[in-house]
Nanobody
Framework: QVQLVESGGGLVQAGGSLRLSCAAS????????MGWFRQAPGKEREFVAR????????LYADSVKGRFTISRDNAKNTVYLQMNSLKPEDTAFYYC?????????WGQGTQVTVSS
């Protein structure tokens, strides 16, 4: 089992940057595909980005491509989401996800608010 704790959220002006972190427990962190999802008020949770177990393969939602970068440090059991050029529409609760062969775990999330 994996426990995930997100941090790094906050309030930022449009055009600014934030870096989210997700610290994972467990010795098998490096086996998991790690991802970030977000949920805005009144909307469904949506995919943002994911990174393969070795960190070599990434995938992004079209809405964040070119602005967000996902990375991981397996030695620190941590995955990051660097968010640049933030827009008000990026405002949401951001959740970290760990997935191994379809078995997934979620963190409790961190709030990101982008003011215009």
């Amino acid at each position: 089992q994996v426990q995930l704790v997100e941090s790094g959220g906050g309030l930022v002006q449009a055009g600014g940057s934030l870096r989210l972190s997700c610290a994972a427990s467990g010795r098998t962190f490096s086996s998991y595909t790690m991802g970030w999802f977000r949920q805005a008020p009144g909307k469904e949770r949506e995919f943002v980005a994911r990174v393969s177990w070795g960190g070599h393969t990434t995938l992004y939602a079209d809405s964040v491509k070119g602005r967000f970068t996902i990375s991981r440090d397996n030695a620190k059991n941590t995955v990051y989401l660097q968010m640049n050029s933030l827009k008000p529409e990026d405002t949401a609760f951001y959740y970290c996800n760990a997935d191994l062969l379809g078995v997934g775990y979620w963190g409790q999330g961190t709030q990101v608010t982008v003011s215009s």
